[in-house]
């Protein structure tokens, strides 16, 4: 039978359960960017900002595949530039504060590269 007394309040408990994910990220903090400390002297990066902060991971991976498989050294960039491919002596001789750079945005998204086991962290850190 039809029972209208239960339907509405029903409805409702359905609703509110239903939409509570969206309530509950009501007024979250959002997750703010870390102040980075960019080198001192007024340069481009390789790529264009946007660009480097979304595919830096594959930029490396590419440089480290065309210096140690393909033997090639020199990458030239979208904007036609040439750029000795090292990550200690072009990456990081301008990123050279890397604990404020490289070690902040990285610990921010709980990423933690593991390739100065090997390659050597810019002095300025320490
Ligand atoms: C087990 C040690 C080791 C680890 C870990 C390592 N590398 Fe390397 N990498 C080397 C060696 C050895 C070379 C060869 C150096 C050369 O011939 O110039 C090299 C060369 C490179 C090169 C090209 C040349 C240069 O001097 O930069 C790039 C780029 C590179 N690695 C990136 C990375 C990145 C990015 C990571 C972390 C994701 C990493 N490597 C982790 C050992 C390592
Ligand atoms: C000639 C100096 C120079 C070199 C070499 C260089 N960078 Fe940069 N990088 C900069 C500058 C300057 C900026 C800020 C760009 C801007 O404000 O337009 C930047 C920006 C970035 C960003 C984005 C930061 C953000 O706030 O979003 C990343 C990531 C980055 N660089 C990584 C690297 C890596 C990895 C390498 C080596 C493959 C490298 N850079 C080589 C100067 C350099
Ligand atoms: C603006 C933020 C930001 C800056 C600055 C930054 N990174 Fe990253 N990096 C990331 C993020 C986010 C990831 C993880 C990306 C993923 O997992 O897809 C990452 C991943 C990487 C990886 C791959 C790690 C892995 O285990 O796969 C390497 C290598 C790396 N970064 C090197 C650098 C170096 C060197 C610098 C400084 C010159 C730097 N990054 C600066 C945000 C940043």
Known sequence: MYNAKYIAPGILIFLALFTLPFWYNFGAPKYERPALALPVTKTDCIEPRDVMAATHMQLLDTWRDMALRQGKRV????????????????????????????????????????????????????
């Open 75 to 126: 990458y030239v960039s979208s904007g036609d530039k040439e750029w000795t491919i090292s990550l200690q002596n072009t990456c990081m001789t301008c990123h050279v504060n890397k604990a404020e750079f490289c070690d902040k945005c990285h610990n921010s998204n709980s990423v933690s590269p593991y390739c100065w086991d090997c390659h050597v962290e810019p002095r300025g850190n320490k």
